[in-house]
């Protein structure tokens, strides 16, 4: 199985930017589909973003075009590169591993997990 760790978090003003990390052990990052999901106290656990297996990127409405999900295969590694921060972005960010052969971005399709890196952005 995978193991994965976030990291990358802090605090930043709106409008800045932040590099997401989620480095993979114990397997090829490449053999999974990998999510991008956040939770904002008192919230559900959301999609943010996706990278599938072929390297194709799936994105949510709300941070589509500001947020770009990316592979290194040399180093395991899954980032998630996240422009223009706004205020409604604080949240405690997840990556996380789906085996299935098609990909869903439901937090309920994810196999693994990590432990989370939390962003907060201050308006």
């Known amino acids: 199985q995978v193991q994965l760790v976030e990291s990358g978090g802090g605090v930043v003003q709106a409008g800045d930017s932040l590099r997401l990390s989620c480095a993979a052990s114990g397997r090829a990052v490449n053999n999974y589909h990998i999510g991008w999901f956040r939770q904002a106290p008192g919230k559900e656990r959301q999609f943010v973003a996706l990278i599938t297996r072929s390297g194709a990127n799936s994105y949510a409405d709300s941070v589509r075009g500001r947020f770009t999900v990316s592979r290194d295969n040399a180093k395991n590694t899954v980032y998630l590169q996240m422009n223009s921060l706004k205020a409604e972005d604080t949240a405690v960010y997840f990556c996380?591993?789906?085996?299935?052969?098609?990909?869903?971005?439901?937090?309920?399709?994810?196999?693994?997990w990590g432990k989370g890196t939390l962003v907060t952005v201050s308006s």
């Open positions: 996380a591993a789906e085996i299935a052969s098609v990909f869903r971005t439901t937090p309920e399709a994810m196999d693994y």
